[in-house]
């Protein structure tokens, strides 16, 4: 079946542009997580969806950023005004969600490999 | 709060010996513990997890690791390595006392097998 996609898989901006980065989960999975991963860094979360609940944003690095999930499924990560320590690779993973049982893994998307000039 | 830490930015090993990627946790509750990989340009790949039960956790690619309780470590294990394994390897935790399923991952380990 379909693993989790990401759109676009590179993207090059100006610095104080907005940017849109897209999500597609894996069908059936209630949990949704956007991570960032700059060069020689770990994975850092940044924020968690689970169904309809309210989401977790605590990793979200200052309020130029913000996501949604439509319909529990979509989910785009805004960022605004970016700036260049933004750059990274964005990494976005689903998960079937605590109604599954919890403790599953989580499946990760390719990345969207994000590049601030 | 939880935490995770690899203590070695890179593991060196030649085709076909054993390996040995280090992972140490923190955590308040019990510890749910994961394995990455990470090939160049690509997304994480699940290796394999600890929830509960046998210490010793057989995963993909003929991996395991070793959860330890009493020396918070949950080291990945390969008898007898490949030259495809190179890539990097990242060591997750989850908090069982928290009630998401949020992943703390530490920063890595580039695992290069020469030939």
């Known amino acids: 079946g379909a693993g989790v996609s990401q759109s676009p898989s590179n993207k090059v901006t100006e610095k104080g542009k907005d940017v849109e980065l897209r999500c597609d989960p894996i069908?059936?999975?209630?949990?949704l997580y956007w991570y960032r991963q700059s060069l020689g860094q770990g994975l850092e979360f940044l924020i968690y969806?689970?169904?309809?609940?309210?989401?977790?944003k605590s990793g979200l690095p200052s309020d130029r950023f913000s996501a949604e999930r439509t319909g529990g499924s979509v989910s785009t990560l805004t960022i605004q005004r970016t700036q260049q320590e933004d750059s990274a690779v964005y990494l976005c993973a689903s998960s079937p969600g605590l109604l599954a049982g919890g403790h599953n893994e989580q499946f990760f998307g390719p990345g969207t490999r994000l590049t601030v000039l | 709060a939880q935490s995770v830490a690899q203590p070695e930015d890179q593991v060196n090993v030649a085709e076909g010996n054993p390996l040995t990627v280090k992972c140490t946790y923190s955590v308040s509750g019990n510890p749910y513990l994961f394995w990455y990989v990470q090939y160049p340009n690509r997304g994480l790949q699940f290796l394999l997890k600890y929830i509960t039960g046998d210490n010793l956790v057989k995963g993909s690619y003929g991996f395991e690791a070793e959860f330890n309780k009493s020396q918070t470590s949950f080291h990945l294990k390969k008898p007898s390595a490949l030259v495809s394994d190179s890539a990097l390897y990242f060591c997750a935790v989850r908090d069982g006392l928290t009630g998401f399923q949020k992943l703390v991952f530490g920063t890595g380990t580039r695992l290069l097998v020469s030939p």
């Open positions: 069908s059936g999975h209630t949990a």
């Open positions: 969806f689970q169904g309809n609940s309210a989401p977790d």
